[in-house]
């Protein structure tokens, strides 16, 4: 599974310990039904404005995607990233997200199998 490592900034602290290394991977599509249902549940983003709204469902999916060696999993919900994670690390993690996004796309345009079922799809359209 394509992953994207990176540092943050500022950090995480938990436990007293700072906390700067991260790998973020893909969203399942288990961990996506993980996040709506969190959302969903908690009623995290009910009468909130959009832009905060914008960011703690980013941070939902974040839950299911980032990993942060010392921090256990369970650990890094919606609350705790929403209140100890930067501005500036909140974008480091996006680059990272992005970037991971990129990586994806570029593996399927270098596998030969991948472009001639597009193509083939292209074609029945």
Known sequence: MLKET???????????????DYTVKPLTLADELKALELLEDTGLITD???????I????????QQLHVPGIEP??????????????????????????LRSKSIAA??????????????EALK
């Open 6 to 20: 990176g540092k943050l900034v500022y950090g995480l602290e938990y436990n007293q310990q700072m906390y700067f």
């Open 48 to 54: 909130v404005p959009d832009a905060e709204k914008a």
């Open 56 to 63: 703690i469902t980013t941070l939902a999916y974040w839950a």
């Open 74 to 99: 369970e650990n890094l919900s919606v609350e705790f990233l929403f209140n100890n994670l930067a501005s500036e690390d909140y974008q480091s993690i996006l680059t990272s997200m992005e970037s």
């Open 108 to 121: 399927g345009r270098s596998d030969p199998a991948a472009s001639e079922k597009a193509e083939s799809n």
